[in-house]
């Protein structure tokens, strides 16, 4: 990664036009050739620097319904709670966290009436509480990985 | 509220642009022209119903998605505060702006069991990095920072990518 590819990342992070050249458009900002800023997207894509390049869905506009879950669970079932959770494929992610509530995973359904059947499920399965924690509100964030 | 049972409409030719979009933009001069033979659409089209989308928040922007590990932040740590209800969105709104933090909700607390209500997720180099980091949000809470604590990962148990709702 060079100082132009450290450029393309910090300034590409923030949109990119929809216009009939915005790789053009974009380049020109960037004072280089659309050529090389196709050629060079690719390359960090493909050495998996940037993960993808493109539009950045909102699951929840889409009709859908999300939430943020955790349990306690014991170390000594770590392994099958992790099974039992991740069997469900309406969860999406699930991490490992340093706390009383150590298992965080996040649940996406097509509606919102299959959200709560899936935490009764897992509750079920599990014999432990699911701590619902359902976003309220949503702040804007500015976060951009300088490089 | 726990969820939002409608969302803005988005009709089949949504849906077809969304699925051709999954992988990432078509690298080529004119990708939106692209898409629009693709899908046997006019280019117009395409480029309306992609504004359209950035519009009512369905995308939230066209842009290069950096793999954070792959940079050197390796660290991340979710950050919960206790916040009074009162402020919440003020003190959101000023935690959010941060250029360290990557996602900000207000949440419901648990009582007695969890008093948090705001989730901050900090990312950094490392630990210090991140504490520092912390300590930052501390001060800009000022008196609202009625108690916190950081939640790192230890292991990523599953991920899954997105999955365009059916």
Redesign the interface.
């Known amino acids: 990664m060079d100082d132009m590819d450290r450029r393309i990342i910090n300034e590409l992070q923030d949109g990119f036009p929809v216009t009939e050249r915005p790789y053009a458009e974009a380049a020109k900002q960037l004072q280089m050739d659309e050529d090389e800023l196709i050629e060079r997207i690719g390359k960090l894509c493909k050495d998996g620097t940037l993960n993808r390049f493109g539009p950045m869905f909102n699951a929840e506009n889409l009709g859908g319904a999300v939430t943020l879950a955790a349990i306690r669970a014991p170390e000594n079932r770590f392994d099958e709670i992790t099974d039992m959770v991740n069997a469900h494929p309406e969860v999406s992610q699930n991490y490992a966290r340093e706390d009383d509530l150590n298992m965080w995973f996040v649940i996406a359904t097509e509606t919102p009436g299959r959200l709560s059947k899936v935490i009764a499920e897992i509750e079920y399965e599990t014999g432990l509480e699911v701590f619902d924690m359902p976003k309220i509100e949503e702040f804007y964030v500015g976060l951009r990985f300088a490089v | ?8 409409m ?1 009709d089949d030719t949504d849906r077809r642009l ?1 699925n051709a ?5 078509p ?7 692209a898409l629009a033979g693709e899908l046997d659409l006019s ?1 117009d089209e395409v ?1 309306d119903r ?2 359209a ?2 519009d ?13 590990y ?2 050197g ?1 390796t660290a991340n740590g ?1 950050s919960v505060w206790d916040v009074p209800d009162a402020v ?2 003020l003190a ?2 000023k ?14 607390r ?1 009582m007695p ?2 008093p948090f209500n705001l ?1 901050a997720m900090v ?1 950094g180099h490392d630990r210090n990095e991140i504490e520092e980091k912390v300590e930052t949000i501390s001060e800009v809470l000022g008196p609202w920072d009625g108690g916190h ?1 950081v ?10 990518g ?5």
Request: charged share 20%; glycine share 6%; aromatic share 10%.
């Open positions: 509220m726990s969820q939002k049972a409608t969302g803005p988005i969304i979009t999954e992988e990432g933009l690298l080529c001069p004119k990708p939106y022209h280019a480029m992609m504004r989308m950035l009512n928040g369905i995308i939230r922007r066209i842009a290069a998605v950096p793999n954070h792959k940079l932040y979710m919440i969105s959101g709104a935690v959010g702006a941060l250029d360290f933090v990557s996602h900000c909700y207000h949440r419901p648990h069991e969890w989730f990312h604590r939640l790192y990962s230890t292991r990523i148990l599953k991920k899954t997105f999955r365009l709702v059916a």
